[in-house]
C-alpha cells in the first residue's frame, strides 16, 4: 500500500477533556467522516509518573513540567478521586495524518487558539493560573484537551511509548516488529534476564515487540548506549498494570 495512506499520529484525549465531557466532541472532530483517518488502536490508560515523564520528557526542567506531569497523570483534574485519572490514548492512521490532527487540535495556548484558528479544539481549553502553597503566583498550566503529535518522528517514539504492537491489528502496523526468543524483567533503572524479587517481566519468549525495543533491550542489558532510556520501553507494558 501507498505509505503516505499508512502515516500515524499519536492522539491523547487529556483529563481535561475527560472531566468535561468533551471526549465524544474530540472523537466527532477526528472521525473519519472529516479527516479521513482511521483508528489503528485505543486504549484507556490510568497515565502513571513514569509514562508520563517519558512521554514529555522534552519539558524535563522547564518550569511547567511538574504541573504537566500531574495534569496527564490526572492529579490536577482529579485530586480525591484517583480511579476517575484516565487518558484515551489513540493511534490514528491515514494521508497527512499528523498534520491533519495538528490543524484540527490548533495552537497550544487556548488563548491564542481562540484568537487564531476559532473553532479548533484546543479554543475550547483553559489556563489555570498556579500559586504555592503561600498563595504566591507561580505561573500557569496550560489545560488543552489534547495532545498530537508534532511530526512523524515524534509520532513512531511515541506510540512505541503507548503501544506494543498487540494493540495494533497487524496489517496496520507500520513499524517494524521482533519475535522475542528472551525474558526481560524491569526495576527501575534496571534490566534483567533473569527473574530478580521485586521485577517484572515486561518481555517473554515468543512475544510480538517492536524491533526498536528489542535492539534497545540487548544494548540496554549489555550496559551500552541504547536510543531510548530502559523506562522508555518498559512504560508501555506497566500501562495499567498498577498505580502509583
Ligand atoms: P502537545 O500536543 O500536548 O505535545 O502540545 P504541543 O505539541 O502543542 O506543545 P508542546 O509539546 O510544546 O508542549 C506540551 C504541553 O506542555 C502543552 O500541551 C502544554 O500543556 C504544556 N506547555 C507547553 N508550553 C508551555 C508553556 O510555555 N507554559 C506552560 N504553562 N505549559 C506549556
Ligand atoms: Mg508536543
Redesign the pocket.
Known amino acids: 500500500m501507498d505509505k503516505k495512506l499508512l502515516e500515524q499520529s499519536l492522539v491523547l484525549i487529556k483529563p481535561d477533556a475527560m472531566n468535561n465531557s468533551l471526549t465524544g466532541y474530540v472523537l466527532s472532530q477526528l472521525s473519519e467522516f472529516h479527516t479521513g483517518l482511521r483508528f489503528a488502536g485505543a486504549k484507556i490508560v490510568n497515565v502513571n509518573r513514569m509514562l508520563a515523564e517519558e512521554h514529555?520528557a522534552e519539558?524535563r526542567g522547564k518550569p511547567?513540567y511538574a504541573p504537566?506531569i500531574e495534569?496527564i497523570i490526572g492529579i490536577s483534574h482529579y485530586p480525591d478521586e484517583p480511579w476517575k485519572r484516565r487518558t484515551i490514548a489513540l493511534v490514528y492512521q491515514g494521508e497527512d495524518a499528523v498534520q491533519k490532527i495538528r490543524d484540527i487540535s490548533g495552537p497550544?495556548n487556548p488563548h491564542v487558539a481562540r484568537e487564531k484558528r476559532p473553532g479548533c479544539i484546543r479554543s475550547l481549553g483553559t489556563i489555570v493560573p498556579l500559586k504555592d502553597a503561600a498563595g504566591n503566583p507561580i505561573?500557569?498550566?496550560?489545560d488543552?484537551l489534547i495532545?498530537?503529535s508534532?511530526n512523524k518522528e515524534d509520532a513512531e517514539r511515541e506510540i512505541k511509548l503507548w503501544f506494543v504492537p498487540g494493540d495494533i491489528p497487524p496489517l496496520m502496523r507500520i513499524y517494524p516488529t521482533e519475535v522475542s526468543s528472551e525474558h526481560y524483567y524491569f526495576k527501575p533503572g534496571k534490566l534483567y534476564k533473569e527473574y530478580e524479587k521485586d521485577s517484572i517481566c515486561i518481555v517473554a519468549p515468543g512475544d510480538v515487540v517492536w524491533k526498536s525495543d528489542m535492539d534497545a533491550l540487548r544494548l540496554l542489558f549489555e550496559g551500552a548506549a541504547a536510543s531510548c532510556t530502559v523506562e522508555s520501553v518498559a512504560a508501555k507494558y506497566l500501562i495499567n498494570s498498577h498505580t502509583d
Open positions: 514529555y519539558h511547567f504537566l495534569y497550544t505561573g500557569d498550566r496550560i488543552n495532545h498530537a508534532a
